[in-house]
């Protein structure tokens, strides 16, 4: 949810910076700026839509420093002049922004009444105003940005960029901010995350919340914001190294994504008995586990938590990170919390790991971003090593890291091994799998169900979650009404909502409730719904269509997911929408 991008340097600043913004395109936007400096003017390019080809900017050569931004709209429209950056009055220097500031309509009177004047409907703008109000007594940007900082609420990070200098300072609370530096110390990158300048430098400095960085005189200096105390830091070399983001001949990164799970699951376990060993004896132990999560990675925390409650046989309760009040007085020492995360920046979730850290509970993570604030704050620290995630709608990261949790679980009760096995079984299944002529059954049912708005998916016992998430899949983007159901609800409520023709999806593994999901499928079917049942169990009689996952087992919610990320994907290029950039939706989350 909006990327910053800032360059020092010898190369052209437009390029880099463009090439920079590009790469945090996944974490979703609206409207794009960036703004260079030369000849001691700053020079601001702003666009709503889509960050062109840099060949498309306004060119100026000679310029080697400057920032960029992604804006996703929070407070007003998406217009060109509400895009960051945002000059100050005096066009002295420009601020960008991510994140909420919470008082913003109280700093806005206050600077109203002091004669300040607002050109945009941004919060952005009050921080701008802010500093200026600072400056008239405090001649330094920084220290002015410092204190100015210190009046707002809510989780902000600043990027600020000085016409007379080469100067950028910036500001990290909340929203991530990581500084990159060249090993010959001739550019300096600061950014939303490592991937955006991962092909120009592997050294970093990772920064913490109320943490300053300035870049001035090609020299890189950090200080606490709370004091404005100047304070040491580590550089630290991290791959990814030269990430290559390519469709690689696909049409978009969303069926590229899909099709690397047949590798992707088996990477995300790419642990040894040792490297799990200390979390596991942790969990023996822990009076209570709890997974927590939101969004897809919730739903990924829900699985992780059956696999530890089923296979490990522990106390493991799924919490939505978003609804975590009625638990801060519950946890605390001796119990474990597991996030799971795509970004590792999910405001909801580090909020709900700050006051779960503060209680003395101890905390694991499996994320897929390196350096990232969730993986700081844990004492066990796990990657999904999904590699880049750039479509939006997350489908390869989730089964990343239902595997690891199925591993995880195994693990606790001396059956690392064979989970191993297992799950190389699994992906080895999947190497077979993304058939043309799958695609084209599905392609088929597309057809049929296309004009339909309301659909439902039925799931049960280790289903239940993929019911939830193969929902949230094809709604992202479809922009259909899909919902997902726990199949033991039906006759509680749900059948009423099926009517003749109603698309009703039915998960059906061989398993314990194989014959629960068959008698919920003949319920609807003879209420008219068009049924189609998805699993490792076809011979049924009350299904029109089939689409076959591999059977897999415990690990049938991994291959049980893929058909709905598929129908999700041909459904949405039917329907003409953006693939990898669904509307109104963010990769990252890191407002709440």
Same mark, same amino acid.
């Given at each position: *949810? ?107 009177? *206050? ?61 990290? $609370? ?29 050294? %970093? ?5 109320? @943490? ?12 606490? %914001? ?88 522990? $106390?493991?309760?799924? #919490? ?48 897929? *971003? ?74 088929? #049912? ?19 979650? %993929? ?47 194989? $014959? ?48 709905? @990320? ?27």
């Amino acid at each position: *949810m909006c990327g910053i991008f800032g360059y020092i340097g010898d190369k052209d600043a437009e390029k880099v910076i463009t090439e920079g913004l590009k790469r945090l395109e996944y974490r979703g936007y609206d409207s794009w700026g960036i703004a260079v400096k030369k000849d001691d003017k700053i020079h601001i390019h702003k666009k709503i839509g889509e960050i062109g080809d840099v060949e498309e900017i306004k060119q100026l050569p000679g310029a080697f420093v400057g920032i960029g931004h992604t804006r996703w709209a929070t407070h007003g429209g998406v217009t060109k002049n509400n895009a960051h950056p945002h000059f100050s009055t005096d066009m002295s220097f420009v601020v960008a922004q991510n994140g909420i500031v919470e008082n913003f309509q109280e700093l806005k009177s *206050m600077l109203e009444e002091k004669g300040f004047k607002f050109e945009t409907q941004t919060d952005t703008e009050v921080i701008v105003r802010l500093i200026e109000l600072k400056l008239r007594d405090i001649k330094e940007l920084r220290e002015a940005a410092r204190l100015a900082f210190l009046d707002l609420k809510g989780r902000n990070t600043i990027i600020i960029l000085e016409q007379n200098t080469d100067h950028i300072i910036a500001i990290r $609370n909340g929203s991530p901010l990581v500084a990159g530096i060249s090993a010959d110390r001739k550019e300096y990158f600061l950014a939303s995350d490592i991937l955006s300048f991962a092909h120009h430098t592997d050294q %970093v400095v990772f920064m913490n919340d109320y @943490q300053m960085v300035e870049i001035k005189d090609r020299k890189l200096s950090l200080f606490e %914001v709370e004091n404005g105390n100047e304070i040491e830091y580590k550089i630290q070399k991290v791959e990814p190294g030269e990430v290559n983001i390519d469709k690689e001949g696909h049409e978009h990164f969303m069926i590229k994504e899909i099709i690397e799970q047949q590798y992707t699951i088996k990477e995300a376990t790419n642990y040894t008995k040792d490297e799990l060993a200390e979390l596991v004896e942790a969990l023996k132990s822990a009076k209570n586990v709890y997974t927590v999560g939101a969004g897809t990675a919730g739903y990924a925390a829900g699985q992780i938590a059956y696999y530890l409650r089923k296979i490990a046989k522990l $106390n493991a309760v799924e #919490l939505k990170s978003y609804e975590m009040e009625s638990y801060k007085d519950l946890i605390g020492e001796g119990d474990i919390m597991i996030a799971i995360s795509q970004s590792g920046e999910t405001a909801d979730t580090i909020e709900a790991l700050e006051f779960t850290k503060k209680n003395g509970a101890k905390i694991a993570s499996i994320v897929n *971003m390196m350096g990232s604030t969730t993986t700081r704050m844990s004492d066990y620290k796990f990657y999904s090593r999904s590699g880049p995630e750039i479509c939006v709608a997350s489908t390869k990261a989730f089964t990343a890291q239902v595997s690891w949790g199925y591993l995880l679980a195994n693990a606790v009760v001396d059956k690392f091994e064979e989970a191993k096995a297992n799950i190389a079984k699994v992906s080895e299944s999947l190497q077979n799998y993304f058939t043309e002529e799958l695609f084209e059954q599905i392609k088929s #049912l597309v057809d049929r169900i296309k004009d339909q708005e309301h659909f439902f998916v039925l799931g049960r016992g280790m289903n239940y979650y %993929v019911s939830l998430e193969g929902a949230l899949k094809v709604k992202e983007i479809t922009y259909k009404h899909f919902e997902g159901f726990a199949a033991g609800e039906l006759k509680h409520g749900v059948i009423a909502l099926v009517d003749k023709g109603t698309p009703v999806f039915c998960i059906v593994s061989d398993d314990e409730v194989k $014959n629960d999901m068959v008698s919920a499928a003949a319920e609807v079917n003879a209420r008219g719904a068009f049924t189609v049942g998805i699993g490792d169990n076809p011979k049924q009689a009350f299904f029109e269509d089939f689409i076959e996952a591999p059977q897999a087992g415990d690990l049938s919610p991994i291959t049980n997911v893929i058909p709905f @990320q598929l129908i999700s994907y041909f459904l949405g290029v039917v329907l003409g929408n953006n693939i990898d950039k669904p509307r109104n939706l963010a990769k990252s989350v890191t407002v709440k």
